[in-house]
């Protein structure tokens, strides 16, 4: 059975899946390969929260989960740090390039909520979660 994905949701989907895989196999390729500030505590630690990250929110997502936009907000924060992380870093242009495009897909999808443009909480009925 197939359902229908809103457009928007569907892309932050796929920018978080692309995020995902290019974090996780430039971590565990190049920056274990490359050794030196590729693997800097502080550097690889935000490579690897960014991995789970999107993966998490690309999860929240397909599960339709109400909490999706809020988690959306917070994986838009952690892909711009690593894309920071890897700027400094050579070699490491095509991560901070993806971390930028889901960090702004992400803020399109956290922001699309009624009152996320006004930083209210979003109410989650327990029902929901």
């Known amino acids: 059975m197939t359902h229908a994905t809103d457009p928007q949701m569907q892309a932050c989907i796929d ?3 692309k995020c995902h ?3 996780l196999h430039e971590a565990m390729n190049h920056c274990l390969e490359a050794g030196g500030e590729h693997v800097a505590p502080d550097h690889f630690r935000l490579m690897i929260n960014c991995v789970e ?3 998490t ?3 929240f997502m397909l599960s339709g989960s109400a909490l999706s936009r809020r988690v959306c907000g917070v994986c838009a924060e952690i892909c711009d740090a690593c894309a920071q992380s890897c700027e400094k870093i050579e070699g490491m242009e095509e991560c901070a ?3 930028r495009e889901c960090a ?3 803020r399109r999808m956290a ?3 009624a009152n996320a ?4 909480q979003e109410r989650v009925p327990a029902d929901d979660l």
């Open 111 to 113: 922001g699309s909520g």
């Open 57 to 59: 929110s690309a999860n």
């Open 117 to 120: 443009s006004a930083g209210a």
């Open 53 to 55: 990250m999107c993966q």
């Open 15 to 17: 920018t978080c899946t």
């Open 104 to 106: 702004e897909s992400c």
């Open 21 to 23: 895989q290019t974090c």
């Open 97 to 99: 390039r993806v971390c």
